[in-house]
C-alpha cells in the first residue's frame, strides 16, 4: 500500500508570509495527526483528526496555525502569519490499531 | 500525563559493536511503547512496539527492546551495529488506540568504521 504522501518537501519563507502543507494519508486511515519536530527535539502533536473531527488540538498555536480535513482524507496545515521559531520540519501521520505511520515530512525554513 | 526520557544524545560505536540506547518512561496507564529510526531528510520508520503482550520485542533489522515495569525501562538493543544503522533514534509512549505519541528528544546513532 502506498504510504503517507506530504508536500511541498522544503519550503523557505520570510517571516510574517504564510504557508500551506499538505498530507495525503494512507488509504482507510481515519485517524491523522500532524507533529511539529523542531531541529534537536523529537516531535510534538499539533493537532490530531478522526475522520474530519478534531480530536486533540490544545498544543496548537491557533493564534497562527490552522489545519482542516475535508472529507475525512486529504489534510492541510496553515501558518499565518510565519515566525522565526515556526522554523520545523513538520510531519503528517495516519494511524490505525495501535501504529503510526509518517509522511517524509515538510522542512519549513522561516527567513 | 506521559513523557519519554532517553539518555545521552548522542551514542557512538564500532561496528560490530553491541548497540545499546536508553529509553525511560513515565505513565500513569498501562503504556504502549515503541521505538522509531529517522534517516537523514526522511520521515520516522518504526522499529518496533510493545501493547502488552510479551515483554521482550523484536522489531526490524535485528533490533530488540525489553520492557521492564518495574524499571520503567524500554531500552533498544542490537547485537551488531552496522554502519548503516547511524541514525536518529526516538523512543515514544502512548495509551494506545489512536491515542497520540509522546517522543524523547531522541539519540543519535554514530558507526565507526
Known amino acids: 500500500e502506498a504510504g503517507v504522501a506530504q508536500s511541498p518537501r522544503y519550503k523557505i519563507i520570510e517571516k510574517r508570509q504564510s504557508v500551506a502543507f499538505w498530507c495525503n494519508p494512507i488509504?482507510?486511515?481515519?485517524?491523522l495527526y500532524w507533529y511539529q519536530q523542531i531541529l534537536g527535539q523529537g516531535p510534538k502533536l499539533l493537532i490530531q483528526?478522526?475522520?474530519?473531527?478534531?480530536?486533540?488540538d490544545s498544543q496548537l498555536p491557533k493564534d497562527r496555525f490552522s489545519a482542516e480535513r475535508l472529507k475525512g482524507v486529504d489534510s492541510t496545515l496553515k501558518i499565518q502569519p510565519a515566525k522565526l521559531e515556526d522554523s520545523a520540519v513538520y510531519l503528517c501521520?495516519?494511524?490505525?490499531?495501535?501504529?503510526?505511520?509518517f509522511g517524509p515530512g515538510t522542512r519549513l525554513t522561516v527567513t | 500525563a506521559q513523557s519519554v526520557t532517553q539518555l545521552g544524545s548522542h551514542v557512538s560505536v564500532s561496528e560490530g559493536a553491541l548497540v545499546l540506547l536508553r529509553c525511560n518512561y513515565s505513565?500513569?496507564?498501562?503504556?504502549?511503547l515503541f521505538w522509531y529510526v529517522q534517516y537523514p531528510n526522511q520521515g520516522l520508520q518504526l522499529l518496533l512496539k510493545?501493547?502488552?503482550?510479551?515483554?521482550l520485542v523484536k522489531g526490524i533489522n535485528d533490533f530488540e527492546a525489553e520492557f521492564k515495569k518495574s524499571e520503567t525501562s524500554f531500552h533498544l538493543t542490537k547485537p551488531s551495529a552496522h554502519m548503516s544503522d547511524a541514525a536518529e533514534y526516538f523512543c515514544?509512549?502512548?495509551?494506545?488506540?489512536?491515542?497520540?505519541?509522546?517522543f524523547g528528544k531522541g539519540t543519535r546513532l554514530s558507526v565507526i568504521a
Open positions: 501521520a495516519s494511524g490505525r490499531a495501535n501504529e503510526q505511520y
Open positions: 488509504s482507510g486511515h481515519a485517524t
Open positions: 483528526f478522526q475522520n474530519n473531527g478534531v480530536v486533540d
Open positions: 505513565s500513569s496507564v498501562p503504556p504502549y
Open positions: 510493545y501493547t502488552s503482550a510479551a515483554t
Open positions: 515514544a509512549v502512548s495509551e494506545g488506540g489512536n491515542t497520540p505519541l509522546v
